[in-house]
C-alpha cells in the first residue's frame, strides 16, 4: 500500500490499467473496481497471482523463510527451483526483499543472479496480505507486453506507465546481463502506443526520466510536472543523491 503521491491522479470511471507493473503503489492506493495488470516478468505475475489466490500459503512461506534466512540460505535458496505457486511467489518475494537494492535482474540463461543485500526483514508488520488479495481480486493479471495492455485502453480508462528510465544517449548497465532489455525503440513504442490511447479517450498518467530526450518524445502532452526523488541504487554512496523525474498527465 501507499500513502497519498506527491502528483494527482487523474479522475476515471473505466478501468485502471497498468502494463509495467512493479511494485503496484498506485494500483494499491486506488483500489479501483477493475483493472488489468500486466508486466513481461512472468515471475512477478505469478507472484501477484500467488498472493491473490493463496494469501494463507504464500504468507506461511514466506514465514518459514524469513526463519531460515541467512547468507548461505539466500544462495542456497537463490538456485532452488520451486514447483508450487504458492512457493514460488513466496521465493520471488524472500529474495525481492533481501537481495542488493531490492534489483531484479537475470544472467542470460534467465536465472536471477542479483547478490545478497543487507537488509533481512522479510515479513513487514503492517503488511496485511490479506487485503492485498482482496485488492487483486478486483483485477485480471497476466504477463503481456507493455503495448498489448495499452492498445486494451479506452474512453473513460486511466493508464499508469512507469517504465525502466533510460534515454535516448544512455546505455543500460545491465545490458550483458538481462534477458530483455528496455531499449530506447521501446521508449519510442510506448510513446506512439500512449498516445493512440490517449486519441481514443483514455487519460495518462506517465513517469519517465527528466531528461531532454524525454522532453522531446512527450512534447504535445497536456501536462508536465518534474518531482523530485531519491536515487537509491548505485553502489557508491556518494551517487546516491536527490534527482528529479517526470510526470506527464493527460486528464
Request: net charge positive.
Amino acid at each position: 500500500m501507499v500513502s497519498n503521491p506527491a502528483f494527482d491522479i487523474p479522475c476515471f470511471s473505466g478501468r485502471y490499467i497498468e502494463p509495467i507493473l512493479g511494485g503496484g503503489a498506485i494500483f494499491f492506493y486506488l483500489e479501483p473496481k477493475t483493472a488489468i495488470l500486466t508486466d513481461v516478468n512472468h515471475r512477478l505475475i505469478e507472484t501477484y497471482q500467488g498472493v491473490r489466490d493463496n494469501w494463507i500459503k504464500v504468507e506461511k512461506e514466506l514465514k518459514r523463510l524469513q526463519n531460515r534466512h541467512s547468507f548461505q540460505f539466500y544462495y542456497e535458496e537463490r538456485k532452488r527451483v520451486r514447483r508450487l505457486p504458492h512457493m514460488r511467489a513466496a521465493q520471488f518475494l524472500y529474495l525481492n526483499r533481501t537481495c542488493f537494492n531490492g534489483l531484479y535482474r537475470e544472467n542470460l540463461k534467465g536465472k536471477f543472479n542479483v547478490p545478497i543485500g543487507d537488509k533481512d526483514r522479510i515479513i513487514f508488520e503492517d503488511e496485511d496480505f490479506g487485503k492485498i488479495s482482496q485488492v487483486l481480486k478486483s483485477a485480471k493479471i497476466y504477463t503481456s507486453d507493455f503495448e498489448k495492455a495499452i492498445d486494451q485502453a479506452d474512453e473513460g480508462d486511466l493508464v499508469f506507465v512507469d517504465p525502466p528510465y533510460n534515454t535516448a544517449h544512455n546505455v543500460n548497465g545491465f545490458i550483458k546481463y538481462n534477458q530483455q532489455i528496455f531499449s530506447w525503440q521501446d521508449q519510442v513504442r510506448l510513446q506512439k502506443a500512449i498516445f493512440r490511447a490517449a486519441k481514443r479517450g483514455a487519460k495518462i498518467l506517465l513517469t519517465n526520466a527528466d531528461h531532454d530526450s524525454i522532453w522531446k518524445l512527450y512534447d504535445g502532452m497536456e501536462e508536465y510536472h518534474a518531482i523530485e526523488r531519491k536515487s537509491v541504487i548505485a553502489s557508491d554512496s556518494r551517487y546516491r543523491r536527490s534527482t528529479t523525474e517526470a510526470i506527464y498527465i493527460i486528464p
